[in-house]
């Protein structure tokens, strides 16, 4: 419905500095022109929208501009229910617990049908133990003392300036400002072997945070492979649900070829190991090597 998309708009915008026509176009699946009766429209409704040319205008809301309610409705409460279920799965936190109590009295007990289970982040005892510290730290600006053990074993203490928590590739991370390499680290929490707040502030302004994080992951340094398997089709479903890659070649037998990309990780390495005989490496020679050498060390133990 219009009114449907004219309150969306109004929200997207608000979120937003400049939004081209044409982004607005592809974001609400809408014709351009659309999108320019739709910005009369909010206009006549008392809406202040600006609009400028050139290669960076667009449509943006006057600043101080604020709507007097938040038009959300049931499914709204709902999806935001879900979201924050998901958060309390991954650790406790009164806030979030508090944010979900108000949420669900809002839903008028309308049933979820989708639920998220972060439960695989409360693994590690240790992780537990450090994430209300680092999230209180995270709140009030805190510097932190913490000990670092990298994936080569080597142990440093460092000072940091934790900006931002995070659950991402099966693990919690830590962004945050090292005073010792005057630059942008993610620390990985189960790496954490000592944590402890030093006291005082921080002494850097840091801007903007999520920009900051999107130059960190930008500047990966590791080396990607490009990875081709020859696997049995006795293991077609686990091959497809945990390497995640993609089927290029089918054989008359059953077997195929699966394609991957990805840095080296000891996860998908030991998933490899794992299904045994049942997956040969064709390409790189580099990974092929790593796996005689594994096989190697391995039987060596026997």
């Not at 500095?17 to 999108?35: D, G, M, N, Y």
């Not at 999230?135 to 931002?164: D, G, H, M, Q, W």
């Not at 680290?185 to 850097?204: A, M």
């Amino acid at each position: 419905m219009k009114i449907d998309r004219l309150i969306a708009i109004t929200m997207y915008l608000l979120n937003r500095e400049t939004v081209s026509a044409p982004a607005l176009a592809e974001r609400f699946e809408v014709s351009k022109r659309t999108i320019q009766r739709d910005m009369e429209t909010l206009n006549q409704a008392g809406i202040p929208i600006i609009s400028t040319y050139g290669t960076d205008g667009g449509y943006f809301i006057m600043d101080g501009f604020k709507l007097a309610k938040r038009p959300i409705g049931t499914d709204d409460y709902i999806n935001i229910a879900a979201a924050l279920e998901g958060m309390l799965s991954a650790y406790d936190s009164k806030k979030v617990s508090m944010t979900l109590e108000k949420v669900l009295a809002a839903s008028q007990g309308e049933e979820r049908r989708i639920f998220v289970d972060f439960g695989i982040a409360r693994e590690s005892a240790a992780v537990n133990e450090y994430l209300p510290l680092i999230e209180k730290a995270v709140n009030e600006e805190t510097p932190l003392l913490i000990e670092y053990v990298n994936a080569e074993c080597f142990s440093t203490k460092r000072i940091i300036e934790p900006l931002v928590l995070g659950f991402m590739w099966y693990s919690w991370y830590l962004f945050a400002y090292c005073t010792e390499k005057l630059d942008y680290r993610l620390f990985k929490l189960p790496r954490i072997s000592k944590c402890e707040v030093t006291g005082g502030i921080f002494t850097n302004k840091h801007g903007d945070i999520g920009e900051l994080i999107k130059k960190a992951l930008a500047s990966d340094k590791r080396k990607v492979f490009n990875i081709r398997l020859l696997c049995k089709k006795e293991i077609r479903q686990q091959a497809i649900e945990y390497l995640h890659g993609e089927i290029t070649e089918e054989h008359d037998n059953g077997d195929f070829i699966m394609t991957m990309t990805a840095p080296f990780e000891r996860m998908w390495f030991s998933l490899l190991l794992g299904f045994g005989n049942k997956i040969k490496i064709l390409e790189p020679e580099e990974i092929i090597n790593i796996v005689k050498q594994k096989a190697e060390e391995i039987l060596a133990l026997y």
